[in-house]
């Protein structure tokens, strides 16, 4: 068979084949782009509203007393306190899920969205070490964001604690 043979209108079956291949990978990698910015497109808000609940977070910490005001020298909710209504120093904080986000206008949050606080008490001259509850001035908070209990947003602040 002659290679005159074997072409359609011009192009050899080798020629129409590769053509062929490469608009397809053409195809496949511009489906892939679409699916890349339809998921960023619907992860978007997500990511603002954790974004948005964290710095939440740090703000109710910081309207908080460093100390109880009655029992300076405890760590954790005092005798008498239940959270959330009793809290009223930081170290309250220690261990409180809010499973009903609630942020500090009043707003109320879908119950797929849930908070975590942990308050500890750092070493001053390396604050990634813990050290025994209230044996330092420096308190470590840590808040992290959930999504159907999912951490999606977390960070930390150092807070001086007068003793
Ligand atoms: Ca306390
Ligand atoms: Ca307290």
Redesign the pocket.
């Known amino acids: 068979m002659s290679r005159r043979a074997t072409s359609v209108g011009g192009f050899t079956y080798v020629e129409v084949l590769l053509a062929v291949v490469i608009l397809a990978g053409a195809v496949a990698s511009m489906g892939l782009v679409l699916e890349q910015s339809r998921t960023i497109g619907t992860d978007a808000p997500r990511i603002a509203t954790a974004d948005y609940l964290l710095r939440d977070g740090f703000a109710w910490v910081r309207m908080l007393a460093r100390?109880?005001p009655t029992?300076p020298g405890?760590?954790?909710?005092?005798a008498g306190?239940v959270a959330p209504d009793g809290i009223?120093?930081?170290?309250?904080l220690d261990g409180l899920i809010e499973t009903q986000v609630v942020d500090r206008s009043g707003e109320m949050f879908g119950a797929e969205w849930s908070r975590k606080f942990a308050v500890s008490s750092v070493d001053l001259t390396d604050p990634r070490v813990t050290v025994a509850a209230g044996s330092t001035a420096l308190l470590r908070v840590t808040i992290a964001v959930r999504l159907r209990g999912i951490d999606v947003a977390e960070d930390y602040a150092l807070l001086w604690r007068p003793q």
């Open positions: 100390s109880d029992s405890t760590f954790g909710l005092e306190e009223d120093d930081v170290d309250d």
